[in-house]
């Protein structure tokens, strides 16, 4: 054994030669007073003294604890309340979220039985498609849809909104179609006017809501107002749906034809669905 544990157990046993006499010392005070005291009521006074002594001792503790247990209460609760307000915050902002969905499904709903109820051609198919983006900034005036050849899209079915034709479908792809718009200056839709039957064929212009009626003499009866539909004529759309209004009429003396501007019947803004509307072997048996 070395030094150093010989000195620490020498040390250990020091200490415990010092505290055995206190703790005997103390035992016989203490089971003297407990005799004492339960043979006389000599120790009475002491104890009341001591009761006396001791109580503001005890009435600090008391309130302390007391403070203390208000404290963690009061943060126990202030914490629930905060934890249960965040919830109800989360669960608001859910539901809130929730309503405005059911809202556009609402409205999306009642934009596709519109749709669905705008007239067709009988025995014509039709494929109801979503519009995914419109472009009229690049030159040409196009809108894609959510519908290519898995859903049987075809190049040159009509598009059409619930108020009428706004366009011709020129590329379709796996599962997606382009369509040119009405509007474009290359598209062109043989036409006639609704009040009397005359042929003209409307044309798209540089102005993106602007339609151009073309080949209408100087002196055919066109006011302004006059609805203007699909004649059917070239076996792309077919027969009866509208395009157009009659926006402002200009005769030109000498000029042969009339220089007729028409207001699509669609506005993009606010379509959101659209109808392909048969093939182009389906619209040439249409017309």
Do not use: W
Not at 65 to 82: A, D, N
Not at 230 to 251: C, D, E, H, Q
């Amino acid at each position: 054994m070395c030094f150093y544990e010989v000195a620490k157990i020498s040390g250990l046993g020091k200490v415990k030669q010092n505290i055995t006499p206190r703790l005997v010392v103390c035992a016989v005070i203490s089971f003297l007073c407990i005799s004492v005291d339960r043979q006389s009521n000599y120790l009475n006074p002491v104890r009341e003294t001591l009761s006396f002594v001791v109580y503001p001792i005890q009435l600090a503790v008391d309130l302390q604890i007391g403070l203390i247990e208000t404290i963690s209460s009061y943060l126990k609760t202030q914490k629930t309340l905060i934890n249960d307000m965040e919830k109800l915050r989360t669960e608001n902002l859910q539901l809130s979220v929730r309503a405005q969905r059911y809202s556009a499904v609402k409205r999306e709903n009642s934009r596709l039985r519109d749709l669905l109820d705008f007239p067709v051609v009988p025995n014509q198919r039709t494929i109801v498609a979503n519009i995914l983006s419109i472009d009229t900034k690049s030159g040409s005036q196009q809108i894609v849809v959510n519908k290519g050849e898995n859903t049987g899209a075809q190049v040159g079915q009509a598009m059409v909104d619930v108020h009428g034709v706004i366009g011709q479908v020129i590329k379709v792809g796996p599962y997606s179609s382009t369509g040119l718009l009405i509007t474009d200056p290359k598209h062109s839709i043989p036409v006639e006017l609704n009040r009397t039957g005359l042929r003209a064929l409307v044309t798209g212009i540089d102005e993106s809501k602007k339609l151009s009626l073309s080949f209408v003499p100087i002196d055919a009866d066109v006011v302004t107002g006059d609805l203007v539909v699909s004649s059917g004529l070239g076996n792309r759309f077919p027969s009866g749906y509208p395009v157009g209004t009659i926006k402002s009429v200009a005769r030109v003396k000498g000029e042969s034809f009339a220089d007729i501007s028409v207001e699509p019947i669609s506005d993009l803004t606010f379509s959101r669905e659209v109808l392909l509307v048969g093939s182009p072997s389906q619209n040439q048996g249409a017309e």
